[in-house]
């Protein structure tokens, strides 16, 4: 008998997965919580239905939304992670001996024990010293926080559930008013293809738009997220992410990486012209 576990792209695309079992469920206080086994991705995390992360494709994700920012800014020493239960961004993070702290701002605490627990490989860096774990809203987190952060990093789920608040225009000005005036935010930015995707990072893009005098979108292709074409946002008071980049020193740190480099960083913000008028429909 085989078992497949199927995500819902969109009412009429479906993504399945044959798995060799579901090792751990549970339904938390915010979301389900579901992780898997399966013979081409090895273990998934799935929240409410939706694939967050894969052992196979997780680095795609974390090297993109950590190794971007940073080398733009190799000054950043305190850090912001908003949602990242599951420890890749952090682990990316603290690669970097420059980094002095880092607090993870973790909505529900079940992802952290079940990602601990089933995936240690990722959750590897969240017994570091310079990290303070904060089992809290970040919407309500980042509302009591002023110029304290080189870089904030919104590693949310999707904009419905307890990951909503984090699209809001309340959220993205405070999250300005927290970065020190190097600052920048990455965050997690959804997708251009399917229409309510394409809707989210539209209404996100706007509200961002408005918020920061900086506000670039680059791309990054995930195949286990609907259609494999996603974004993040790169917003800053005003650091650019292609001219304040200083790939040299980057090079130095000896840094080892399996999908961001420099050339790709620079080709990221390269958007296709459909995404390119997209989000200009968003922009004053
Ligand atoms: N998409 C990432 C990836 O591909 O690796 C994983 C994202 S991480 C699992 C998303 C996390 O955001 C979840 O653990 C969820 O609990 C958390 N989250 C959602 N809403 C939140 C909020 N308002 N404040 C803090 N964390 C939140």
């Known amino acids: 008998m085989e078992l497949w576990f199927t995500e819902a792209h969109t009412k009429n695309v479906r993504f399945s997965v044959r798995v060799d079992q579901q090792i751990f469920t549970k339904k938390s206080d915010f979301q ?14 799935v929240l409410d239905g939706c694939v967050m992360l894969t052992e196979k494709d997780e680095f795609i994700y974390h090297e993109m939304i950590s190794h971007v920012p940073m080398s733009v800014n190799l000054n950043a020493k305190r850090i ?24 993870l701002v973790e909505i529900d605490e079940e992802v952290v024990i079940a990602c601990t627990k089933y995936l240690p490989n990722i959750t590897v860096g969240l017994s570091d010293p310079r990290l303070t774990l904060h089992f809290a809203d970040g919407l309500k987190f980042v509302r009591h926080c002023y110029n304290e952060y080189d870089l904030i990093i919104v590693d949310s789920t999707d904009p419905f559930g307890p990951g909503e608040g984090l699209f809001t225009k309340e959220f993205y000005g405070n999250c300005f008013k927290a970065l020190t005036d190097d600052g920048i935010m990455v965050n997690q930015h959804e997708s251009p293809f399917y229409a309510k995707d394409a809707e989210a990072m539209q209404r996100a893009h706007k509200r961002i738009v408005e918020s920061f005098p900086v506000s670039k979108v680059y791309q990054l292709h995930i195949p286990t997220y609907p259609s494999g074409h996603w974004l993040f946002g790169f917003a800053a008071k005003g650091k650019h992410p292609i001219k304040d980049a200083d790939f040299a020193a980057w090079k130095k740190l000896g840094i080892t990486t399996r999908y961001y480099n420099p050339n790709l960083h620079i080709a990221s913000f390269a958007l296709p012209t459909y995404v390119q008028e997209l989000l200009e429909e968003e922009e004053p």
Do not use: A, C, N
Request: avoid cysteine; charged fraction near 30%.
């Open 32 to 45: 389900r919580i579901d992780i898997f086994d399966s013979s081409e991705f090895g273990k998934m995390l």
């Open 80 to 103: 912001l992670v908003i949602g990242g239960g599951d420890g890749g961004t952090v682990r990316e993070l603290l690669r970097y001996p420059s980094i002095e702290h880092i607090d």
